[in-house]
């Protein structure tokens, strides 16, 4: 009775030295946050290999974990698909060897956690650790270990998630100048295409435009045929509004953005990624502003084009009835 009572009491004293460490974490600069806090881990347990997965971020394939950070270089799977981390946690969120060691890839490590945050998955951390460490201080309360190890990581996500906002709006401040000082509508197309490559390197684009002017060739521009287009394409041009759908047959989901000006809209950007993507509100709220100042931009810069046209035509026509009004005298 009294060596478990201790036992629990010595937990405990660990739980609340992890958690006062990764406080300590939160001054640490965000990009080394995820790799401090391995080696926080690694202090505590005495780990000597470590890895953790999360999700994929990109489009080519969400039903793998990426490797995020490894403690040292060693010899381990660099992504694990989903069915094979469904089948080592199917009846715990923390395993040890006797199950690690049936996947030959995964028998370096004695211990993993699935690691959640209010019932959000946050990834997977696999470790080799010090085994009494593991039994005394883990074991006999491994929830809050996996608790505040997931809210770490949640942390560390919203942080992440604030800054890249940040970086997308000022992107779009820098994108928005340049449409300001352009009248030029190659100029205007090329930022919006370099704006979001900046800003989602994974996706691919197209501009769709129902113009028959000659752009440059370097751009991802495709004519577009208002009578033979349909679905999500034409509801977007017609009613002016974001529109997304999948298309399975060619492993897609796609994203519909109509480029508006106040006197119409011009054509759409088409942003394709992965059928398994899902579109966050804040990523489709960036690019609906970008093509709505694009549109605008575009606009202006047709109409400048217009405009100089018509003196060009006009500078002609008053040439010509001088030259004319010269030979009658």
């Not at 890895?51 to 995020?68: G, I, L, T």
């Not at 005394?136 to 890249?164: A, C, H, M, R, W």
């Not at 993507?277 to 804040?282: K, L, Y």
């Amino acid at each position: 009775m009294t060596g478990d009572y201790t036992m629990e009491i010595c937990a405990q004293s660990f739980i609340l030295y992890y958690k006062s460490r990764l406080f300590d974490l939160m001054e640490d600069k965000l990009e080394k946050r995820i790799a401090n806090w391995i080696t926080i881990i690694a202090d505590c347990l005495d780990v000597t290999h470590a890895v953790y997965y999360k999700p994929q971020q990109d489009n080519n394939n969400r039903n793998c974990f990426e490797h995020s950070f490894s403690k040292q270089p060693f010899d381990f799977p660099k992504c694990i698909s989903t069915n094979t981390l469904q089948a080592i946690f199917i009846e715990s969120d923390y395993v040890g060897h006797d199950i690690l060691s049936m996947h030959p890839q995964l028998s370096i490590f004695n211990s993993a956690f699935h690691l959640k945050y209010n019932e959000i998955e946050k990834g997977y951390l696999f470790l080799h650790a010090n085994e009494d460490k593991l039994s005394e201080f883990v074991s006999p309360n491994v929830n809050s270990f996996i608790y505040e190890s997931g809210k770490t990581i949640q942390i560390i996500e919203k942080q992440s998630d604030i800054l890249n906002e940040e970086g997308r709006y000022k992107e779009l401040f820098r994108v928005t100048e340049k449409f300001h000082s352009s009248m030029d509508v190659d100029i205007v197309l090329n930022e919006i295409i370099k704006a979001l490559k900046k800003v989602f390197p994974y996706f691919t684009y197209n501009l769709l435009l129902s113009n028959d002017s000659k752009h440059d060739k370097t751009l991802p521009i495709k004519e577009l045929q208002l009578d033979h287009i349909d679905g999500a394409v034409m509801d977007s041009y017609v009613s002016g509004e974001i529109r997304i759908e999948k298309i399975c047959t060619e492993n897609h989901t796609i994203l519909y953005a109509p480029l508006c000006g106040k006197q119409g809209v011009y054509g759409v950007l088409e942003v394709a990624t992965s059928a398994s993507f899902v579109f966050q509100n804040s990523e489709v709220e960036f690019i609906r502003l970008l093509a709505n100042t694009g549109g605008s931009a575009f606009e202006n810069a047709k109409l400048y084009e217009q405009s100089q046209t018509l003196i060009r035509d006009l500078q002609l026509i008053n040439d010509t009835s001088h030259r004319l009004n010269v030979r009658v005298k």
